[in-house]
Structure formats: structure tokens, C-alpha cells
């Protein structure tokens, strides 16, 4: 019997959601939704199965100011959908990303009390983005109460680092409550992994760095499909630049901020999850296209420091991995920012990686110049499709 999942991935100001319907074999995406811009210039785009626009609502920014706000939006058109049968039935079960599962979630778990509880309570390690993972999880448990939900964690699929990987040079003591090389963007990198068996089975067990380029950006060491390292730690501040988070920092700056700028937890959070990254050091935007179009010298840096620092743990995740197989781009920029890519590919040509400019100015999936050396590819990424896979496996539904 055919039935309906439907995957929600709230961000910190865009909330993205997708229904498949699933029948045996079969897992056909029904409707996809994007509310961007929360808090700023609130849009809601929704799409069906075929990609084909749908509806757009462009919305007022005073009725969408959070991203609470923005659930209860998409919350009533997914209700009205339902009963209108557009996404092609009601709904049997809803997944839900969930940015940090802690040391102890290491897969996919339906949500009962005693789980929201844990989840709720890792809240204090990724301050803003857990409770936007939150807010819908509570807001259907209001609405259909009868509906099973299930958290599939961003840090899961990255459980497995060994332990060299997972510690910080500090006390025990502190690993042992949870202070830990976590990594994130794992939803996005187990879609990859899977992919790769498709797209690329003779590398798929070999040695793969992801990048995932986003408004998050960090890399991923793969091999034989399980992520061995990555570039994100115990929060989603660490590692390589992001459109407003700098990526790796002297722990020596935040006692200068706050000895020397007087600034308290709150100010240096907000510092750090928003006014750093490429919006930071540019001075005039987060957004690649913003910086690529400007003949700005600090936009021009902010890309080159960009693309410099990734080369840089490019060569890390490299050594750790003893050599490479193949350097795969996905999210908003490895997807779209073909010039990124180039320069990132030129930039680790040490490691026999090159590109054909033809194929990347076209987007295709094989990126690669020539037949030896390290496979370099473009694969879009696909949270939502993770989501609902896992929704599917945890609760047996078809
Ligand atoms: P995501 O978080 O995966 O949705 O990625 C969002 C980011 O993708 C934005 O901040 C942009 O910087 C980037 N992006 C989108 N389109 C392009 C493009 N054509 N070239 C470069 N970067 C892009």
C-alpha cells in the first residue's frame, strides 16, 4: 500500500521540506517545499514531484519573524495539501533533522518523550540551531499527535571516527562528558556515500573527501563509504570558513574578545555564528554570488582566503586518508559555484585532481579531466531524501 512520508529540515532561516510517496521499491518525491529568507525577506516556494513551481508566496517579513513562525506556515499548507489530496494522500510518518545528537545517538530514533527530552536537553551544543530543529517536532506533536516522528541526526553518521579522530588534545575528563570532535552535515554525507554506489561504484569503497559547501561548509573523509574525519568538531563553528562562521580560530581570540572588547558568552555566540565567515572578512555579504560580482579587494580576499583555507584541509583529510580516490562537491556552492570549484581543483592539483572546464561549466555529474588520477565530481545533495529513507527503514513502512 502506498503511503506518505514527509522529511522537514529546518534551518537556522529557511525551513525545507519534501513528501515522497512510498511503495515497496518505489520512492517517488510527491512535493517539495522552501521557505527562505525568515526574518529577512520571507518567500515560500513550492514545488511538485517533477520540480515544476507550483505556488510562490512572497510574505511579509513582521508575519514570518522566526522560523517558529515560519512552521506554523508551512504546517497549515501541509495540512491543507493533505486534505486537498495534493500530495497524494495523508501522511504516514514525519523525519526531521536534527543538527546534534550528542555521544549517544549514533542512527535515526522515532521520538517518544524520553527522547525529545535528550534532544531538547543537547540544546546548550548547538545553541541556535537545535531549537529550530525543535520547532517542528513540537509544533506536529500539537497537530497530530497520532502521527510518528522520527529525529535523524546530522552528527550520526559520523559516530563511527575513531578515537584519535574524536579528541581533543585536553583532560579526559572533559571527553568524557561530551566534549568531543563530533562533525556535522552527516545527513548530507551518508546521501553522498549512498549515491557514490550509483554513480561512482569502483570509488564508492575507496578513499573520498566531500565537500559540502553551503551556508555551512566542511569536508568529509570517506572510506569504504564511512566517514572517517571531518572538518566540523564539537560545534558547527569549527573547520573551514562559512558564509558567517569562520571555521577554525586561535582559542586565544576568544579570550582577547573578552578581555579586551569586554564581550560576554552571548555577544562572542553571536559574533561567531554570524558576523565571521566571508560576510566577516568582506565586509558586504555571505553569498559567493554577491563576492564573485564585486570588484571589491576585500570580497576578492574573502573568496581567495575561502578557497585557500579548504585547499588547505583538503591536504589534511588527504593525509588521513593516505591518498585519494576521488574530491566530490555538493550543497548551494560546490553545486552552483563553478569558479569555486576550479579553483579549488587547481589548488590541489599536488594530489593528481583536475578538472575539465567544459564539464564543470556544464554542471555535470564527472568533473574530471582525463582518465588517471583521482575522480573529481559534482553530485547534488539530497537531506530530505535521507530523511524519509531513514523514516521508512526505523519505522518498517512499506
Ligand atoms: P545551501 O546552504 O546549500 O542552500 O547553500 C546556500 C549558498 O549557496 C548561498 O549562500 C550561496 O553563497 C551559494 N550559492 C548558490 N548559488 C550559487 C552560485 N551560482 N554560485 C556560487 N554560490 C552559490
New binding site residues.
Given amino acids: 500500500m502506498q503511503q506518505i512520508l514527509l522529511a522537514i529540515n529546518a534551518?537556522s532561516s529557511?525551513i525545507k521540506f519534501q513528501a515522497f510517496a512510498t511503495d515497496g521499491d518505489r520512492f517517488d518525491r510527491r512535493v517539495s517545499g522552501l521557505l527562505e529568507g525568515i526574518g529577512s525577506q520571507p518567500r515560500l516556494v513550492i514545488r511538485d514531484g517533477g520540480n515544476t513551481v507550483l505556488a510562490t508566496r512572497e510574505l511579509d517579513i513582521a508575519a514570518v519573524p522566526s522560523v517558529e513562525a515560519g512552521e506554523a506556515i508551512v504546517g497549515d499548507w501541509l495540512t491543507g495539501a493533505m486534505a486537498t489530496d495534493a500530495i497524494g494522500g495523508p501522511i504516514a510518518a514525519i523525519g526531521h533533522r536534527v543538527v546534534h545528537g550528542g555521544p549517544d545517538f549514533s542512527s535515526a530514533v522515532r521520538i517518544d518523550d524520553a527522547v525529545l527530552a535528550r534532544i531538547t536537553a543537547l540544546t546548550h551544543l548547538a545553541p541556535l540551531h537545535q531549537p529550530k530543529n525543535l520547532a517542528p517536532i513540537l509544533a506536529w506533536r500539537r497537530r497530530r499527535p497520532d502521527l510518528p516522528q522520527v529525529a535523524c541526526f546530522d552528527t550520526a553518521f559520523h559516530r563511527g571516527h575513531g578515537e584519535l579522530a574524536d579528541r581533543f588534545a585536553i583532560p579526559d575528563e572533559l571527553y568524557r562528558e561530551g566534549v568531543r570532535r563530533y562533525g556535522f552535515h552527516g545527513i548530507s554525507y551518508e546521501f553522498i556515500a549512498e549515491k557514490l554506489q550509483e554513480v561512482a561504484p569502483s570509488i564508492a569503497a575507496g578513499r573520498v573527501i566531500v565537500a559540502?559547501?553551503?551556508?555551512?561548509c566542511s569536508l568529509c573523509a570517506l572510506r569504504g563509504g564511512r566517514s572517517i574525519d571531518s572538518t566540523m568538531s564539537f560545534t558547527a563553528l569549527d573547520g573551514i570558513p562559512m558564509?558567517t562562521r569562520p571555521g577554525a580560530l586561535d582559542p586565544g581570540i576568544v579570550l582577547y574578545l573578552m578581555r579586551e572588547k569586554a564581550m560576554d558568552a552571548a555577544a562572542i555566540e553571536r559574533f561567531l555564528y554570524h558576523q565571521c565567515g566571508?560576510k566577516g572578512l568582506s565586509g558586504i555579504s555571505?553569498?559567493?554570488?554577491?563576492l564573485?560580482a564585486s570588484d571589491d579587494r576585500l570580497a576578492r580576499l574573502a573568496l581567495d582566503h575561502f578557497v585557500y583555507r579548504i585547499t588547505k584541509e583538503i591536504g589534511a583529510l588527504a593525509a588521513v586518508l593516505g591518498g585519494i580516490d576521488a574530491l566530490v562537491f555538493t550543497?548551494?556552492?560546490?553545486?552552483?559555484?563553478?569558479?569555486?570549484r576550479a579553483r579549488i581543483v587547481a589548488g590541489s592539483a599536488w594530489l593528481g585532481l583536475s578538472l575539465d572546464e567544459g564539464a564543470n561549466r556544464a554542471r555535470r555529474t564527472d568533473l574530471g579531466a582525463g582518465t588517471s588520477g583521482p575522480r573529481v565530481l559534482m553530485i547534488p545533495?539530497d537531506e530530505e531524501w535521507m530523511i524519509a529513507r531513514h523514516t521508512r527503514r526505523l519505522l518498517a513502512i512499506a
Avoid at 555571505?286 to 554577491?290: A, L, Y
Fill in positions: 534551518g529557511s559540502h559547501l553551503g551556508n555551512g558564509g566571508l555571505n553569498d559567493v554570488r554577491v564573485e550543497a548551494g556552492i560546490g553545486e552552483n559555484g563553478a569558479d569555486i545533495t
